[in-house]
């Protein structure tokens, strides 16, 4: 799936200042390097359905063994196996007698009070990949956990390593074990070493994103062939909100449009991101916020949602808008399936100007088949002439009036939002009996 960097920020993939992200919700890695690969999993997500459905079964294979993964490998133990490589230290003797230790203890107690911590922390991180290799024997593998643990097999399977496996625990070790079990992981075993740490990085990814499953109760989207593209969801809520109302989606070739009004808070902007964010998590083989999923595999995703001007540039905020759109049309020309979110159009102009555009760009889009669109606004009056083409579905969320309080179900309704409630906000804030007293 073809995303930009604007699209990411407008879903709320990552973190920006001190906003919650939905990168942050999701990630429960256990080392620092899994959290990094993670976030690289999450800027690229994949381009065929087989990735997809392989990292899938990857996670699901994760959660049947959940219960049983190593404790041995910690975000400490990675952290003192890479400093072990950083240190300067003496000698460590490659053999060592009784004699020979307890003179590089005598002769060198600071090297050898770091060798033997170290040495301990390596025995439980090949000790943690043993066991990795024996959780999954029996298991059959998914291509991309097949390719990861056969490269592991391949770099724990030295004699060297009897040891580990002979012994329960690094403390059964005699000190002069533990001295030549060092000897050859400093000086015979740097690279593999850092072959394992990136490996655990993707493993620890991959746990982080199947714990996430588990935790937030997502479910796996299921991906079908279609010509054309598909969106069918029941119960679909953001990750990001504390009490969710929850809404299905249905966008396909017959209505591949969604025409999106309601008040301001009333929700547009949320259920706009809880698809956008959904459908990314899907092409990353991510479980997501649902009860069901369906959908085709996507070929892009554009969102015109958070448009800034560009004060250094010159630049306005309807000149900006424009140029989105512009980048919108130039990449979805191409005939391949693209989903297009875009919230509030052409708020930099005024509402004549704004109705006009908006008009010309809907009617455009409207042509094309191949891509699906959600659009939110305020210019509900532009929906009337809008009826006449049969591929654009109507849905708003409905805001009421209680007590002279606003109230926000956040249920998406059929058909086009009549609210004007500007004037009751400003007032129900006090803005009006403020400029009157002045």
């Known amino acids: 799936m073809d995303i930009d960097k604007t699209t990411l920020a407008d879903l709320l993939m990552f ?14 890695c256990s080392t620092t390097h899994g959290s990094e690969q993670l976030r690289i999993n999450f800027s690229t997500p994949l381009k065929t359905r087989e990735e997809i459905v392989a990292v899938q079964q990857t996670l699901q294979l994760i959660i049947k063994k959940q219960q049983q993964w190593p404790a041995h490998i910690s975000n400490g133990t990675v952290m003192v196996v890479e400093k072990f490589y950083d240190t300067p230290i003496s000698l460590i003797p490659a053999h060592p007698s009784a004699m020979e230790t307890y003179s590089y203890k005598l002769l060198h107690g600071p090297d050898f009070a770091l060798v033997t911590y170290s040495a301990k922390h390596c025995f439980d991180f090949i000790k943690g ?120 989606v249905q ?13 301001n808070m009333a929700g547009k902007s949320t259920f706009i991101k ?3 964010a959904s459908v990314f998590l899907a092409h990353i083989g991510m479980g997501v916020p649902a009860k069901q999923m369906t959908l085709t595999l996507f070929d892009g995703m554009l969102s015109n949602i ?30 391949k399936k693209w989903l297009i979110l875009i919230d509030e159009l052409f708020k930099g102009t005024n509402v004549q100007d704004a109705m006009k555009c908006s008009s010309t760009v809907i009617e455009g889009l409207l042509k094309m088949k191949n891509s699906l669109f959600i659009l939110s606004t305020h210019l509900y009056e532009i929906g009337e002439e809008l009826k006449k083409y049969p591929n654009i579905d109507f849905k708003y969320f409905e805001t009421s009036v209680v007590d002279g309080q606003l109230h926000f179900p956040y249920h998406l309704k059929d058909g086009i939002s009549n609210d004007r409630l500007g004037y009751l906000i400003l007032k129900r804030e006090g803005v009006v009996e403020m400029l009157e007293k002045m």
């Open 15 to 28: 973190n920006s200042g001190e906003d919650m992200s939905v990168f942050g919700k999701l990630d429960l």
């Open 129 to 248: 990949f043993q066991h990795l290799l024996g959780l999954f024997a029996n298991e059959d593998l998914p291509a991309p956990f097949k390719k990861v643990m056969n490269e592991i097999a391949q770099i724990t399977g030295k004699p060297q390593f009897d040891i580990v496996n002979k012994s329960l625990k690094s403390e059964q070790l005699t000190k002069a074990q533990l001295l030549e079990f060092a000897h050859f992981i400093r000086y015979n075993f740097k690279h593999n070493m850092m072959g394992l740490v990136i490996l655990y990085a993707q493993l620890d990814a991959w746990y982080g994103m199947a714990k996430a499953v588990q935790e937030f109760g997502l479910v796996f989207p299921e991906f079908v062939e279609h010509n054309e593209p598909v969106i069918a969801a029941k119960g679909l809520y953001h990750l990001l909100v504390q009490e969710p109302v929850a809404y299905d």
């Open 251 to 263: 966008l396909n070739r017959k209505t591949n449009f969604l025409f999106l009004t309601g008040a």
């Open 274 to 276: 809880s698809v956008g």
């Open 306 to 335: 958070n448009v800034v001007d560009n004060i250094a540039k010159g630049e306005s905020y309807f000149y900006n808008e424009v140029q989105r759109i512009k980048a919108t049309i130039n990449k979805i020309s191409n005939g």
